[in-house]
T-cell receptor, first 115, second 109 residues
Framework: NAGVTQTPKFRILKIGQSMTLQCTQD?????MYWYRQDPGMGLKLIYY???????DKGEVPNGYNVSRSTTEDFPLRLELAAPSQTSVYFC??????????????FGEGSWLTVV | GDSVTQMEGPVTLSEEAFLTINCTYT??????LFWYVQYPGEGLQLLLK?????DKGSNKGFEATYRKETTSFHLEKGSVQVSDSAVYFC????????FGSGTKLNVKP
């Protein structure tokens, strides 16, 4: 019953540091996503992947990188942390769209503060 | 391109009041439509969905009907409770998910 698991749940970074947010799903989903949610705001898509080896930019990709070497894992890398990257990050996954209307499943979120 | 527009919040209601949160969409094809709910400090959870025109999704007293003619998927509940206080997101899926900006609901006792 794991679903989408992301780590860490909380992290404080100093400006200029790097880190990777880990995300893994056990539902054999093709599609995976990274969103950020700023306080009181909606979701903004950072990057997404339609399958292993394939990634694409979303609305706000600058300052981030992703990779998708396996179906299960979709890590998000912050290379040079900036205060503007203080946010809550959600990883999500979904299957290929089918007639029943596939659902997107979210992880519990990672709260990141850059100081 | 595809997009979702939902009414801005916050929406403040008294317990047992009727709730409507409006959602309209733009899509090039025939998407599936969803409502997700986010409780404080948590991730998004699926509330209900509809996959084709005139379908009605329902769950926990909430309902929404897929209206192709008006490109809408409004969320309704006949009698809200304090425990319904959360942020509600409308979304569509047609090869990729698109989310609305979210509507915060506050229910007062």
């Amino acid at each position: 019953n794991a679903g989408v698991t992301q780590t860490p749940k909380f992290r404080i970074l100093k400006i200029g540091q790097s880190m990777t947010l880990q995300c893994t799903q056990d539902m054999n989903h093709n599609y995976m996503y990274w969103y950020r949610q700023d306080p009181g705001m909606g979701l903004k898509l950072i990057y997404y992947s339609v399958g292993a080896g394939i990634t694409d930019k979303g609305e706000v990709p600058n300052g981030y990188n992703v990779s998708r070497s396996t179906t299960e894992d979709f890590p998000l890398r912050l290379e040079l942390a900036a205060p503007s990257q203080t946010s809550v990050y959600f990883c999500a996954s979904s299957s290929v769209r089918d007639s029943s209307g596939n659902t997107i499943y979210f992880g519990e979120g990672s709260w990141l503060t850059v100081v | 391109g595809d997009s979702v527009t939902q009414m801005e919040g916050p929406v403040t209601l008294s317990e047992e009041a009727f709730l409507t949160i409006n959602c309209t969409y733009t899509a090039t094809g025939y998407p599936s439509l969803f409502w997700y709910v986010q409780y404080p400090g948590e991730g998004l959870q699926l509330l209900l969905k509809a996959t084709k025109a005139d379908d009605k999704g329902s769950n926990k007293g909430f309902e929404a009907t897929y209206r192709k003619e008006t490109t809408s998927f409004h969320l309704e509940k006949g009698s809200v409770q304090v425990s319904d206080s959360a942020v509600y997101f409308c979304a569509l899926n047609f090869n990729k998910f698109y989310f609305g900006s979210g509507t915060k609901l506050n229910v007062k006792p």
